[in-house]
């Protein structure tokens, strides 16, 4: 996937308008036991025959780019901001199956600090709709003081679990997710994008929460997310989490200063 990210990070010569009308799919697509296992590993989910709630994301992140380096896209990847996720697993997916992954964007709007969209994923199988996401980015521009927020999500105080991230975690989860965006894997490269060194995924830091909360969750089950601060690497974070009650909450913050780096929910569906 590295042609294409790279493809994805080139200028635009008509930044700024529209959202295609582009959809791209992936027909029976198999699941890698061993890769998944990989992916479990790293996230912290335990091993068992069904998938992790979040990784069908990966296999839609090769779809992602292609719509993004598509030249009707109007904003290349990098510089991108992740703002939001939310994931809804209608049920549980089985290794042995095979998938239908379609990704399209969608809802190109004002934000407070530019413009927003979405990239709408669903995943099917045998026809059934088993897994579906809506990934939120910002491209940073003029503002609108009329746009709304994102939304709001329920207090989760640390639960005094913290976790020390090694220097390599973006290097690690690269080699799985196929995101080799260069603010995740070196302190050089990420200066060159404005932070101090390199920076977790977000999609890892909202798989490591999932991982810590799934064997609580049901089977149909919604997981929103707002990105909120980079976590730095190598670094610290601590787990928050608390039950609602229809779910969970649950945040990753700086264990000095309480800031937030994640704050999430789960919904039962």
Not at 25 to 39: E, G
Not at 45 to 55: A, G, N
Not at 73 to 98: C, D, W, Y
Not at 103 to 125: E, M
Request: glycine share 10%.
């Amino acid at each position: 996937m590295i042609p294409v990210l790279l493809k994805a990070a080139l200028p635009k010569i008509h930044a700024g308008g529209e959202l295609p009308d582009l959809s791209l799919v992936r027909h029976d697509v198999p699941i890698d036991v061993d890769h998944a296992a990989a992916y479990a590993g790293l996230c912290g989910f335990p091993r068992k025959d069904t998938l992790p709630l979040p990784y069908p994301h990966l296999l839609a992140f090769g779809l992602h780019l292609r719509i993004m380096a598509d030249r009707s896209f109007p904003f290349p990847a990098i510089g991108t901001v992740h703002l939001e996720n939310s994931i809804t697993q209608h049920r549980p997916i089985a290794m042995t199956e095979k998938l239908q992954v379609t990704a399209r964007p969608d809802n190109l709007r004002p934000h407070a600090k530019g413009q927003a969209f979405d990239l709408l994923t669903t995943v099917h199988s045998a026809g059934e709709l088993v897994w579906e996401e809506t990934s939120t980015f910002l491209r940073r521009g003029p503002g609108s003081d009329d746009a709304t927020t994102g939304a709001t999500y329920p207090e989760a105080p640390p639960t005094g679990t913290v976790w020390k991230l090694p220097g390599d975690l973006g290097r690690r989860y690269a080699g799985i997710s196929g995101d080799h965006n260069p603010i995740h894997l070196y302190g050089l490269s990420a200066k060159a994008f404005g932070f101090p060194r390199q920076i977790a995924h977000g999609m890892w830091s909202l798989a490591r929460c999932v991982g810590a909360l799934e064997n609580r969750l049901p089977r149909q089950v919604r997981v929103d997310v707002a990105f909120k601060t980079p976590v730095l690497l190598p670094g610290s974070v601590a787990l928050g989490s608390r039950p609602t009650d229809d779910g969970y909450a649950f945040s990753l913050s700086n264990p000095k200063t309480g800031a937030p780096h994640v704050l999430g929910r789960t919904v039962r569906t």
